[in-house]
């Protein structure tokens, strides 16, 4: 990997960081020096992400976030920039799935799923630009959107509509923080398995929309760490809102 895609001694955030996508983005960036603020609910399991980190000689800090709850994030931003000082690069990747018709969505469910898909990303967006302003520093911030930010797809559509709006979310943001050195960008994974994915995984129907997508299979987790660290880092120092579909072609789905 080039000097460009570099992220030592950069001080770094992963929400989400208690399982797949976060765990990852959590390590690969410590392994590349990277000091890291581990972020989720489940506390117990990113202490272990951070006996894990440490054990290969990288740096890392656990802390308790709800990203549906603002005083939580100020929270953990506090207790992150205590560790290690002002956090310019964050993976605002914590979200959650939710599969049924839409005339199985009740309110609450909606509203469980924009509060964290969505208000989530944008705390976390906020909290992140105000902090690096204020100490008049620069950064990047890579939201995990996702296809069905771009697609649609049958039963989820509270989910669908949650990460369209973070694209948005993502190039609204990166328009009025480009100015101030902040860059703004979004991730749009394909299926990836993880915790959110493994149920619908064991599915004779996913697994024929797998093999008829382009690429004919789901992603590696290794084939999402070059966009991620693109975007992440002073590689992508000219990206501003871009949201970078990660999907085997999946976006590009024949008709
Ligand atoms: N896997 C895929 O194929 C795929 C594809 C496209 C997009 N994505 C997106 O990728 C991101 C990560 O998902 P994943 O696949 O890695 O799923 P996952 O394994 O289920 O991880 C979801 C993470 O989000 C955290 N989270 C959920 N609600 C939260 C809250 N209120 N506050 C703080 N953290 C919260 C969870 O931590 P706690 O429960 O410990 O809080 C967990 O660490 C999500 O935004 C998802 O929509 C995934």
């Not at 979310?169 to 328009?175: D, E, F, I, M, R």
């Not at 923080?177 to 149920?199: D, Q």
Request: charged share 15%; glycine share 10%; with cysteine.
């Amino acid at each position: 990997m080039t000097t460009e895609f570099d992220v030592s001694g950069k001080v770094a955030m992963v929400t989400g960081a208690s399982s797949g996508f976060g765990v990852h983005f959590a390590k690969i960036l410590a392994a590349r020096g990277a000091r890291v603020v581990v972020a989720a609910r489940r506390v117990d399991r990113l202490e272990a992400l951070v006996a894990e980190i440490k054990a290969l000689g990288g740096d890392a800090v656990a802390v308790a976030m709800d990203v549906t709850s603002s005083e939580s994030i100020a929270t953990a931003f506090d207790q992150g920039e205590a560790a290690f000082g002002t956090i310019t690069l964050v993976a605002n990747n914590a979200g959650v799935a939710d599969v049924r018709s839409a005339l199985k969505i009740d309110e609450s469910s909606w509203d469980a799923m924009i509060d964290t898909n969505l208000k989530g990303v944008w705390l976390v967006a906020q909290q992140a630009a105000k902090r690096m302003i204020e100490a008049g520093v620069g950064g990047a911030i890579v939201n995990t959107a996702s296809i069905l930010g771009l697609r649609v797809s049958f039963g989820q559509s509270s989910y669908s509509a949650s990460k369209a709006a973070v694209v948005q979310l993502t190039k609204s943001l990166a328009l009025e923080w480009a100015g101030k050195g902040i860059r703004v960008n979004a991730l749009c994974p394909g299926y990836f398995l993880t915790e959110m994915t493994e149920a619908v995984f064991a599915s004779p129907e996913s697994q024929s929309y797998l093999t008829s997508s382009p690429a004919r299979r789901a992603g590696a987790m290794d084939e999402i760490t070059g966009p991620f660290l693109l975007l992440a880092s002073d590689a992508g120092s000219y990206l501003h809102g871009v949201a970078l579909p990660v999907d085997g072609g999946q976006s590009i789905g024949n008709m």
